[in-house]
């Protein structure tokens, strides 16, 4: 008897029968077959979105169309389904439609591990099963196998089967092998294996297959790049094991060796605990021979290298961080032990440990630590902060009460300011001789105490008192040393606590005027102008203690100077000043109407800054009034940006072209002198079509996968790529002229730049960087990469044509995964040794 159930109905399970003896099935063992088959323990929940068919005396339940069974942790999907309730199995299959395509394919989801089939029989009482034309998803790849068995213990065996990272249904690529056992979350491991690319076997072969597929770390030995340097002879490159210790650290042995002796020894080590921090060690040891020994040139140098990053966690700590980011090393190591072009054409090594901590209640304290060195490769001076500490607190207001009513008096706005700075610092050390002659150190109090109020509604007073204190346990002393037969101007540091003080005194007023013009019938709406106009005093009484006279020549030739001119904070100014300073800032700017803009107009900014700046000294006896500065800066065609200055004076020169205490009015009738100008003029400009929403595969982002059919679903992934090419132009232009000496001097530097990439095709990809030095009257750094996107595979080829890295490299691998290390390379090494490097 059947029944038939219509599309979209769910039927509740049918009970088996224990008096009803079970059916002989091959996924039910002889050994543990039973006369009488017993009832699942859990209800099997199915619907499907055509029909459902019951045939009650054989107790089967046919599924047709998107039929679907939850069983416990177990889900099955195909197009069509067939459940046993007296075997308590389930079969199930695709359809293949009128143009003998296959729709509807099984797929069975167990947890978190999911494939796909041909056809699937699974037996719930057993949790066996037998699984045709598999395809499931394993150890970041794909297995393939004609026919599986799946056995209660999860366990996994494949007859005739493959594996590979590509993910079409039809694979370019897999590891052949005729039988395989899997254990999920563990390995795979396999009989006879053997590389077939394209249906064609190739000639690699292995006696057997391991692939490990836990999810905590693994350890394996890291396959190098062969090649041939033109100074060092063939190599191995990158060679070594790489260890999983655990899931928070790992460790990393490579070196590279090359046969005429050079050698590069690397140990490198990542660590990260989640929500606390990650960092990373490297040391590297290396051994640089060139030429021959006992030969004319033959040279050989041992270097080193140190690096560690550190970076904590920002919900670790909200008050404190610790960071750290040090690179330490020989100054002959980056000349021949790097591969990237960024660390080869750097000649400085910076580090950096820092600590900040937030303090008080409401955070208003903060410390900060600081460790710095920095090196230079070339000069091989390096310089040294051990330590820096800088100690400071929030503005607050010490005349304000807890509890106010209306407005506040004028001295509760008075605000103040702390901060303390301590520092030692080894300054321009070459080497370890003298090594007290070049530590400078000292400690620097800072209280400014400010005040700013609204004036007459539209002006702004401010005014600033700041009260600064250095502490220093040296000073200099300079002596003329007179003597019969030799005579000569002594200087050196006398040992013991000083105090230098110092105080100065600000005061402003200012005001914006505003000024609009408004346009009716015109695309430019208007055009706005403000002028920021300022004058203000400054008063710096002068502290003379500090400062002594000493004779300098057998002239008799005097010289004043400051016993803290050395200082690491500096030394308080002599001389005092009083001075009157009027400075006057300008924008401009124009409104435009724009389709494009949301708001229908658009804001361009014609003058982001033009300011003008002028003083009168009070206390000078001569030449009290200053130059006239001029500082401007725009941004032209939202690529195009300028700076520029120039300076006038308004006194006159002497025939040796000293400046004079006359008017440069009484010697030309001239109210200001031009002395200098500059302008700077920086370019950037990007060339690219309008961004299109048609996602293709691009030729060398990783990873990226084929627009063609899997036939397994949710493993299709695109890579957008929406430009076809993009091009940048950057350009400087610098120029400065100074009219004070003669003949005039004139400097002129001019630089560019420029890189792009575009597509050939949505698969061949082609970017370059390179520049011109117009002054060197030569090319910058340049390079050509050429990528072709091979679905599974990728094709690289960089060309350094030029310069001291020319060198190229071709190579052709599986995309990074599992199999990363199936490859090919051709490396070679092409420029030419710089024996002074050494």
């Given at each position: 008897?059947f ?17 009803v ?5 091959s ?33 089967k ?22 459940i ?32 796909n089939?041909?056809?699937?029989t ?19 790849g ?24 590509c ?19 563990d390995?795979?491991i ?19 297959g ?17 090649g ?13 094991y ?14 590279d ?28 040891l290396a ?6 020994e ?39 190591y ?23 901590k ?48 209306g ?18 610092q080894v300054?321009t ?18 209280i400014?105490?400010s ?36 005579s ?41 102008h ?10 710096y009484?002068g ?20 016993i803290f ?16 300073n009027?400075?006057v ?54 690529n ?5 200055g120039?300076?006038?004076s ?12 006359r ?23 990007n060339?690219?079509?309008?961004a299109?929403s ?39 232009l ?9 003949p ?8 560019l730049?420029?890189n792009?990439n ?35 595979w ?15 490299e ?22 030419q ?6």
């Amino acid at each position: 008897m059947f029944f038939i159930c219509t599309t979209g109905y769910s039927q509740k399970p049918l009970k088996s029968d224990s008096t009803v003896k079970s059916q002989d099935t091959s996924y039910v063992s002889k050994k543990n077959r039973k006369d009488k088959a017993e009832p699942i323990k859990s209800k099997v929940k199915y619907n499907a979105k055509d029909s459902i068919l019951f045939e009650v005396q054989k107790k089967k339940v046919y599924l047709y169309g998107k039929a679907e069974i939850d069983y416990e942790k177990i889900v099955l999907k195909a197009d069509y389904i067939e459940i046993n309730f007296d075997s308590n199995t389930v079969y199930s299959t695709y359809r293949i439609d009128s143009l003998g395509k296959r729709s509807g394919i099984p797929q069975f989801t167990e947890g978190t591990q999911t494939f796909n089939a041909s056809v699937i029989t699974y037996n719930f009482k057993s949790k066996k099963g037998i699984i045709k034309e598999v395809i499931m998803e394993e150890s970041k790849g794909y297995l393939h196998g004609s026919k599986v068995k799946r056995s209660p213990n999860s366990a996994v065996y494949i007859k005739n089967g493959a594996y590979t990272t590509c993910s079409n249904e039809h694979a370019h690529f897999q590891i052949d092998f005729s039988k395989a056992k899997i254990i999920p979350g563990d390995k795979i491991i396999t009989g006879p294996a053997y590389l077939e690319i394209e249906d064609i076997p190739v000639p690699l072969g292995l006696p057997f297959g391991y692939f490990p597929s836990k999810n905590k770390q693994k350890s394996g030995l890291i396959f190098p790049t062969f090649g041939e340097d033109a100074t060092r002879g063939f190599f191995l490159n990158k060679v070594g094991y790489y260890f999983g210790l655990n899931d928070y650290v790992d460790l990393t042995l490579t070196s590279d060796l090359y046969t005429r002796g050079s050698y590069n020894f690397n140990a490198s080590s990542n660590y990260a605990l989640r929500y606390k921090y990650k960092g990373n060690v490297s040391i590297s040891l290396a051994n640089t021979i060139l030429g021959e020994e006992k030969q004319p040139g033959y040279q050989e140098s041992k270097d080193f290298k140190i690096i560690w990053n550190h970076n904590q966690d920002p919900k670790a700590n909200l008050n404190s961080r610790f960071a750290a980011s040090v690179n330490f090393g020989s100054s002959k190591y980056n000349a021949y032990n790097v591969t990237n072009a960024i660390d080869h054409l750097t000649n400085t090594y910076t580090s950096s440990i820092s600590y900040h901590k937030e303090i008080g209640e409401n955070n208003n304290m903060h410390l900060d630590i600081d460790l710095r060195q920095d090196q230079n490769t070339q000069t091989k001076v390096f310089s040294m902060t051990f330590p820096e500490v800088a100690f400071s607190v929030d503005k607050f207001y010490p005349l304000r009460t807890s509890e106010r009513v209306g407005k506040r008096p004028w001295y509760e706005n008075i605000g103040v300011n702390y901060s303390v700075n301590f520092k030692n610092q080894v300054d321009t050390l070459s080497n370890l001789t003298n090594l007290g002659k070049h530590i400078r150190n000292g400690m620097q109090h800072s209280i400014p105490v400010s005040y700013s109020m609204p004036v007459f509604k539209y002006f702004t007073f401010s005014s600033q008192l700041a009260l600064t204190e250095r502490w220093y346990t040296q000073s200099l002393k300079q002596e003329w040393i007179s003597n019969t037969d030799k005579s000569f101007l002594s200087k050196y540091n006398v040992n013991g606590f000083q105090t230098a003080h110092e105080a100065s005194f600000t005061s402003s007023i200012s005001t914006k005027l505003f000024g609009i013009i408004q346009f009716k019938k015109s695309k430019i709406k208007a055009i706005r102008h403000v002028i920021t106009p300022s004058i203000g005093f400054s008063y710096y009484p002068g502290f003379t203690d500090y400062y002594h006279t000493v004779q300098t020549d057998t002239k008799g030739t005097m010289l004043k100077y400051s016993i803290f001119q050395n200082g690491i904070y500096g030394t308080p100014l002599g001389d005092k000043s009083g001075k009157v300073n009027l400075s006057v800032a300008n924008n401009l700017e124009m409104k435009v109407r724009s389709k494009k803009d949301s708001v229908g107009f658009k804001k361009i900014v014609l003058i982001d800054n033009l300011t003008f700046n002028l003083n009168y000294d009070l206390f000078k006896d001569s030449m009290k009034l200053s130059d006239l500065t001029m500082t401007g800066r725009t941004k032209l065609l939202n690529n195009l940006d300028v700076n520029y200055g120039a300076a006038w004076s308004p006194y006159a020169l002497d025939k040796n072209r000293q400046l004079i205490n006359r008017s440069y009015w009484d010697q030309s009738q001239k109210l200001l002198r031009f002395e200098s100008t500059n302008w700077a003029f920086n370019l950037n400009y990007n060339i690219k079509p309008k961004a299109k929403s048609k996602p293709q595969s691009s030729a060398l982002n990783n990873p990226v996968t084929d627009n063609e059919p899997t036939g397994i679903p949710g493993i299709d992934k695109f890579a957008p790529f929406n430009i076809p090419y993009n091009f940048n132009v950057f350009l400087t232009l610098n120029y400065t002229k100074n009219w004070v000496v003669v003949p005039h001097t004139e400097t002129i530097v001019k630089t560019l730049g420029f890189n792009g990439n575009f597509d050939l095709t949505p698969k061949w990809k082609i970017s370059f960087t390179s520049g011109y030095d117009f002054n060197a009257k030569d090319f910058s750094y340049t390079t050509v990469s050429i990528g072709r996107d091979l679905h599974c595979w990728e094709m690289k080829f960089d060309w350094i044509p030029f310069g001291i890295q020319k060198r190229y490299e071709f190579l052709i691998r599986v995309k990074p995964g599992v199999l990363q290390d199936l490859k090919l390379t051709k490396k070679k090494e092409l420029w030419q040794t710089q024996q002074n490097n050494l």
